[in-house]
């Protein structure tokens, strides 16, 4: 369940949200990202099944560059590109800090 980008998708509000189809989990995840990443989310936009999954998607995570990016390098995830770390990516990690430690220690595994 690690996502191409190094987000841990198991661990995420969103999928647990949906896992639990639980409409207060979404209504606080939706308040809590809106903050977070300053943009109007709102509660019925919080269904996702996971990066890799076949399943509903997180608007945001479903149009992911870095995502399209390792899709179209048929790479599981941006640890195993040879152009790592990319400034998308490092643009990315600096937002999101825990999914570029989850890159690294993938990295000491390719
Ligand atoms: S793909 Fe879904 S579960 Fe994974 S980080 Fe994005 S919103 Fe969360
Ligand atoms: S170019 Fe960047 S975003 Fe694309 S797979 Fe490589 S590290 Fe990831």
């Not at 207060?24 to 936009?45: F, P, V």
């Not at 945001?60 to 998308?88: E, F, G, M, W």
């Amino acid at each position: 369940m690690i996502a191409y980008c190094g987000l841990n998708c198991k661990a995420c509000d969103a999928l647990l949200a949906t896992q639990a189809n639980d409409n207060a989990m979404r209504e606080k995840t939706a308040q809590k990202w809106s903050r977070l990443y300053g943009a109007a989310i709102r509660a019925d936009q919080i269904n996702c099944q996971g990066c890799k999954s076949d399943g509903q998607k997180f608007f945001h995570c479903a149009d992911c560059q870095i995502r399209s990016c390792c899709l179209s390098k048929n790479l599981p995830h941006c640890a195993a590109c040879d152009q790592y770390v990319c400034p998308t990516l490092a643009g990315f990690v600096k937002l999101a800090p825990e999914a570029g430690k989850a890159l690294e220690a993938l990295r000491e595994t390719v």
